[in-house]
């Protein structure tokens, strides 16, 4: 970790008051060398990294929540927390302090003050995830941490054949981990892009939720499609089936991106 460039009493902009206050962090990560968000005992999270930070800067024990958890090896651009404190911290030099000491492979990219009614997690709208493939012969030493390498040419019409099955609201039991605190397994799947750049393929999803290993589940599934493996056609079934087995492989993580948790909310400070 870096050498601590702000102190709360090296600036007035950080006070002590009596009432709590609440912030709102936006929070991109690499998450190769973390064990996921959630912190967890013995292992390096990036929820915990973030309040050893917070709690340095705040001089108080600070504990955040998160909009959702990631997995070890999945990253966000978008990832968002809440904190109270009761410092009353200028949103910009909390920004500042944060970027000062977070280590490199974490960075915030806005800070808000927000009311005691906002929660990162229970006051979201929808979430969008993008997961991406290097589709080439060759692998690509930068991005080995940031997409799944798949050799060979992949049939995106008969993947996006299969994707729009996927669109709408279903039951995707059979895409959920068994490992799992989800009451019930309907989601409303509002989209399912796939597009090509050259050797990179991206598939966006966005819906209100996401049922544990949803994204990875699904994209693992659209790749056996793309290499000829399983049937555009077989959907409807694996769907009603509701049984993990039917869904096949899981992707990798390090290809997930929490891009965008939506709330419908205000203004941020930003750098």
């Excluded at 690509?140 to 050799?151: E, F, G, L, M």
Aim: charged share 25%; proline share 3%.
């Amino acid at each position: 970790m870096k050498e601590n460039k702000i102190h709360p009493n090296d600036t007035p902009n950080i006070t002590n008051e009596g009432r709590s206050r609440f912030y709102k962090l936006t929070i991109e990560y690499d998450g190769a060398l973390y064990h996921g968000w959630q912190k967890q005992s013995h292992q390096s999270t990036v929820a915990e990294t973030l309040e050893q930070v917070l709690s340095r800067l705040t001089q108080e024990t600070i504990k955040i929540v998160g909009a959702g958890r990631t997995d070890a090896g999945v990253h966000a651009i978008g990832q968002v927390a809440h904190f109270q404190t009761r410092r009353l911290i200028s949103p910009l030099i909390l920004l500042r302090g944060l970027n000062g000491l977070l280590p490199e492979d974490i960075s915030i990219s806005s800070v808000e003050e927000v009311d005691a009614h906002f929660h990162a997690r229970f006051g979201v709208t929808r979430k969008t995830y993008s997961y991406f493939i290097h589709n080439s012969k060759t692998r690509s030493a930068w991005k080995r941490n940031s997409a799944w390498h798949i050799r060979m040419p992949l049939d995106l019409q008969k993947m996006r054949q299969a994707a729009k099955m996927l669109m709408g609201v279903h039951d995707f039991t059979s895409f959920c981990a068994k490992e799992t605190d989800a009451k019930d397994y309907v989601v409303t799947l509002a989209q399912l892009s796939i597009v090509r750049c050259k050797d990179q393929i991206k598939m966006t999803l966005i819906a209100s939720r996401f049922l544990r290993y949803m994204v990875r589940n699904i994209v693992g599934l659209l790749v056996e499609v793309g290499q000829g493996k399983r049937a555009a056609s077989d959907m409807a079934s694996i769907l009603e089936g509701k049984d993990r087995r039917l869904a096949g492989k899981t992707a990798p993580p390090h290809g997930l991106f929490l891009m965008k948790v939506e709330y419908g909310g205000t203004a941020a400070c930003e750098a």
